[in-house]
């Protein structure tokens, strides 16, 4: 019912920068919160920046400074500005949103499908 499509990561060297965006689409009703996660393999998924409706955007400390957050509510798009990236960042990025749809008017947490971000020389 809810689509989450992520575009924009890509390999870059350290230092540099790079946007992802995430938009959702499908039987929406509302948005709560959205967000990005990374994984890397053998590691759990962390949280690397979150931004609740009307609310103010919490980070991950070791992108603070460095990473920013924000929404199009208009477009149910979230972004993540990514600067000064270090290998360290080099992840597969998720976007993630509490969604309530149309049909049960419940909230639930949605995924998509991830987008590689490598940093490298």
């Known amino acids: 019912q809810v689509q989450l499509v992520e575009s924009g990561g890509g390999l870059v060297q350290p230092g540099g920068s790079l946007t992802l965006s995430c938009a959702a689409s499908?039987?929406?009703?509302?948005?709560?919160?959205m967000g990005w996660y990374r994984q890397t393999p053998g590691k759990q998924r962390e949280l690397v920046a979150r931004?609740?409706?009307?609310?103010?955007?919490n980070y991950a400390d070791s992108v603070k400074g460095r990473f920013t957050i924000s929404r199009d509510y208009a477009k149910n798009t979230v972004y993540l500005q990514m600067n000064s990236l270090k290998p360290e960042d080099t992840a597969v990025y998720h976007c993630?949103?509490?969604?309530?749809?149309?049909?049960?008017?419940?909230?639930?947490?949605?995924w998509g499908q991830g987008t590689q971000v490598t940093v490298s020389p």
């Open positions: 931004i609740p409706e009307g609310g103010s955007a």
């Open positions: 499908g039987n929406i009703f509302s948005i709560s919160a």
């Open positions: 993630n949103a509490i969604v309530t749809v149309q049909t049960t008017y419940t909230p639930d947490n949605y």
